[in-house]
Structure formats: C-alpha cells, structure tokens
C-alpha cells in the first residue's frame, strides 16, 4: 500500500505542462473497437484508467504496440468476442463506454457493470433508453452483465431526459454505424464529447454538431484506421490553477486549452487570482499572493463550472475571507470528502447538496484520505497549503486520473512523496 507525504506551506512556483485528457481518452479508446485498422493515439496521459483500458482490449484480442509512454497503437482487427467480464471493469466507471463500442461493431454487447468512483447512485438509464431507441433489447442479467443486442441499429431521434456525458458519449458510439441518420437532443457539451467527434470523424464518421445541445450522426458503413492526437485535461489543468492560487504561487501552466477553462479562470479571478493567458494561447499564467476572497459556486454541465473541479475549489474556498456557497448540481453525494477537510480545521457545514464554507486562516495537516478521484485532488491542495505534515491514504483514486502528480508537483517545489506502508497500517481507519 502506497501514501502521500506532504509537508505543507511551500509555493508553487515555475511551469508545468499538461497531460490528455482523462475524460477524452477513456472514450476514445473503446471508440478504436470500431475501426476497421490500426489507430495510433497520442498525448495520452499515463494514468491507472489508461492502463486498465489497455489491459481490457488487450484482454479481448486487440494488438497493443506502445510506441513511447504517451503514445500506443492498436489494432482492434482480432478481437472476436462481445463480451467484457466483471474482473475487467470493476476498476474503472468509464468501462461502459464498451457496451456502445461493441454495440457499433457487432451489433451486440454482454459487459459487466462498471466500478470507478463511488460519489451517489449513477444509474445508467439514458444509455439503456438511447440503445432502445436505436433498436436493441437491453436486459440486466443475474450476474450484473448488462446484454444488448440488436437486429440492426436504425438512427433515430433521441431526447436526454438530463444532460448525461456518458449516455452521449455511448449513444455516438453506437450510432456512427446505425442505418440513417441519429439526433440527440439535450446532449452532453463537454469538451471530451467534441474530442471524440473528432476522432471518430476522423476515422471516417459523420458526426455534427458536438459542443451544441443537439449532435447529428448520419451512419456509415465503416470506419478506418488514423492518427490522433487527444485534448489536454481540461480538470488538470483546473487543478493545477487552483493548487497555485491556494499556495499563493506563479505557475505557468502549459498545454491547455484556455476557453476549457473559462469558468474555472472566472471565479479564481473573483477570488482575487491573477490569470493571464500567454502570447501563444496555449497556456496561462497563473499567480496569488494567497490573500484570497470569497465565491459562491454552483457545479453545472459545460460550459458551467464543472463537478469534477467542485472538491479543489472548496478547499481553496476553506481558506479564503468570508464565507462561501458551493451548490452541487450534478452528483448526489459528492461532499463525501469534507469530513476529511474537517480534520485539518475546515468550516463546511452540508446540507444535501449545498455547503456553507466559512473561511479559515490555516489549515492544519493531519491523516486523511482519498474518498474519490478528484477529493484525492482536494486533499493534495489541502496538504499543500497546511501547517505541518498531511499524509494521504487511497491514493489508487488519484492515480486514476492525474498523470506523474508527484512529479509535477515537486518540480513546482512542493514537498511530496510517495511512500510505502504495511497493509493494515492504515492511518485512517473508518473515520466518517
């Protein structure tokens, strides 16, 4: 078992650059299932759900060639079986993007239901209700496999009752090869939805109006092989800003997609950060003299705040002058982690969905833990900028999604480090 050791009060300071995106690549290589040749991806970032994505296709036939660390190869032309076991899947939510893929290639899927994060109940009944539209008979077996299967797939209208990345993202994969044309209404706007439009038309789809609430799919027979290049991680990025902020640092973030980041850019400048984007427009520069104010935030679909970024603000928040609102809008339970920022002297109260943040002038470090991927990210600013030695357990989450975080960080010049410790060591045992 591994831990992060941080020892708090030290700012961020110098340039760092940015990995793919996590969210676009975990789509994008279930997406290669489709093609009828090889497809080299690149910029993909070196995070434990790549790999365990890697490890599923290989698992199924597909030749995998890694031609450096940021870029593979693969060739889905020998995978012969539709169906994906639980021992595959578990360990990541983004496993359903599967079920779409095979659904495109062989007009049915057999795929276990997924793990990844635990943040409230996340059903997937849009992608079942978008597969039955399409023309598939979906049903939940006893063993948790979710089986679909379909005579042919025919486009059709399909409106989302929410606005649902995943349900999108799975309907445009099953789509590009349905007879017709497909329209989703209410879909999904998310910069990782354009980057996989991309892709797709770029092995050959037809797809229309990804970053609008409504995207056309005119099918086609078949996709080829391409060359790809994924976005950089628009949450990294995000994480990194406010890492720099809390810290009261200068960093220049590289590698990013300044208009990604508009609405985190925009209540960092609220609480009195500098955010200035460079000549190239290809990254920001970020800086604070740590005198930060209050904001309220409210977590929306893109282009709206994003969820993903709600736990990192929230300790920056913790430690800013006033007292702040942040109102979750996308997940249930997604506070989990605010008992964890308790114990390093925190004031959030939760009620539901909404948390009242008054501000502190320290935090104090203290053991906590990791309770998913991005309050992983939370914990790690908190450390940053507490009082003493944070020491971080479940760090698996944070592996998921943050490519050489240590790394990054310590060439910043923050203190962290990844060590080992026994099994049954924990050093936060059941706290609530």
Known sequence: MEKFVIEGGHRLNGEVTISGAKNAVVAILPAVLLSDGICRIEN?????????????????????????????????RPVNSHIVEHDLTRKMRASYYLIGALLGRYSKACVAMPGGCDFGVRPIDQ?????????????????????????????????MDVVTVGATINVMLAAVKARGLTI???????????????????????????GTDVIKIRGVESLHGCTYSIIPDQIEAGTFMVATAATGGRVHIKNIIPKHLESITA???????????????EGLVVSSNANLVRCNVKTMPHPGFPTDMQPQMTVLLSVAEGTSVV???????????????TRMGALIHVDGKVAVVEGVKKLQGAPVRADDLRAGAAMIIAGLIAS?????????????????????????????????????????????
């Open 267 to 281: 209540k960092l400048e609220e609480c009195g950060v500098s955010i200035i984007e460079d000549e190239d427009g």
């Open 44 to 76: 993909i970032p070196n995070i434990s759900d790549v790999t365990t994505m890697i490890k599923i296709l290989h698992g199924m036939g597909a030749k995998i060639r890694m031609i450096n660390p940021t870029t593979v190869e693969i060739d889905p």
């Open 388 to 432: 003493g030695t944070t020491e971080i357990e479940n760090i698996e989450y944070i592996d998921r999604g943050y490519d050489n975080i240590v790394g990054k960080l310590t060439t910043l010049g923050a203190k962290i480090d990844r060590v080992n410790f026994p099994d049954g060591e924990a050093l936060v045992k059941n706290v609530g």
């Open 184 to 210: 989703i209404e209410n879909a999904a706007k998310e910069p990782h939805i354009v980057d996989l439009a991309n892709f797709l038309n770029t092995m050959g789809a037809d797809v229309r109006g990804a």
């Open 127 to 159: 992608h079942i209700r978008g597969f039955e539209a399409l023309g598939a008979q979906v049903t939940m077996e006893k063993n948790a496999m979710v089986n679909v299967k379909a005579d042919m797939l025919i486009g059709t209208s399909i409106y």
């Open 327 to 341: 109102s979750e809008s996308v997940w249930d339970n997604r506070f989990k982690y605010v008992d964890q920022l």
